[in-house]
């Protein structure tokens, strides 16, 4: 599937700052919160500790996987130190060089490298840019997973938030498996003034830009924060204004689409 230049989102260096940025929130949350071992509601099972463990040990796998470029085939061993220390200034200091690690990487690697990605059948290019902005959301989501379990949590800031719904459609919503169900589109109105629409047909899912022809099968509207949480499972589909066919939404919710 051909990438979309209506949604290129941030350019490189500001995916670089962003994921910077986002990655030092979530430090923030970890070092503000009452205990490692406090759970967070929104990653059943897990504690603060495991989060912080997911993260980091991630983000030097992703660092690992840009770094071989396009010999990866899969998502490469983390690079450095994969297990997170117990003690929480010695923990702080762990995360802070896994960002360094990835941002490392990505500098070195550019913007326009050929990068193994999951999402090979989407509209999300495969490089190390897609894999940037893709690092940039699933930090902020963390981030904010942080943030509920100190007790703090904060919308996603608007900038992040526009490009996370964005990023997520054009990656998690687009596809050249055909959809199973009759031809629909569904709308997503941000209340920062950005809209999307998804197609959904025997030929795929696609990202078209809105204003688009005709009236959707479905939409859903609200800040942009909420609807990329929504995107996340962390912020109830029902809690914004819905429009249209609903039954869209359970489904595209229960469509596994191999990727």
């Not at 230049?5 to 990655?23: K, Q, T, V, Y």
């Amino acid at each position: 599937m051909e990438t979309n230049p209506d949604f290129a989102g941030p350019d490189f260096d500001d995916l670089l700052r962003l994921i910077d940025e986002r990655s030092t929130a979530f430090r923030a949350a970890i070092a503000a919160a009452p205990s490692l071992d406090a759970p967070v509601p929104s990653c059943p099972e897990w504690t603060l500790r495991d989060l912080a463990q997911h993260l980091g040990e991630g983000r030097r796998a992703w660092a690992a996987t840009v770094a071989a470029g396009p010999d990866a085939t899969a998502r490469l061993a983390p690079l450095g130190e994969a297990t997170a220390p117990e003690e929480r200034e010695a923990l702080l200091g762990w995360l802070t060089e896994s960002t360094e690690l990835l941002l490392g990487v990505l500098r070195e690697a550019g913007p326009d490298r050929p990068c193994w990605g999951w999402w090979g059948k989407s509209q999300t290019p495969l490089t190390s840019r897609g894999t940037a902005r893709r690092q940039v959301h699933e930090i902020s989501v963390h981030a904010w997973d942080a943030q509920l379990a100190a007790g703090v949590p904060e919308p996603l800031p608007a900038e992040v938030a526009v490009d996370c719904v964005e990023e997520f459609l054009s990656s998690m919503c687009t596809t050249t498996e055909a959809w199973p169900h009759e031809p629909a589109t569904a709308d997503y109105h941000a209340a920062e003034g950005r809209s999307w629409r998804n197609g959904l047909s025997a030929a795929g899912a696609t990202l078209i830009p809105v204003p688009a022809d005709g009236a959707p099968t479905a939409s859903a509207a609200g800040s942009a924060s909420d609807l990329a949480l929504m995107f996340y499972g962390r912020f109830p589909i029902e809690e914004l204004k819905l429009g249209g066919d609903t039954r869209v939404f359970d489904r595209l919710i229960e469509w596994d689409p191999e990727r």
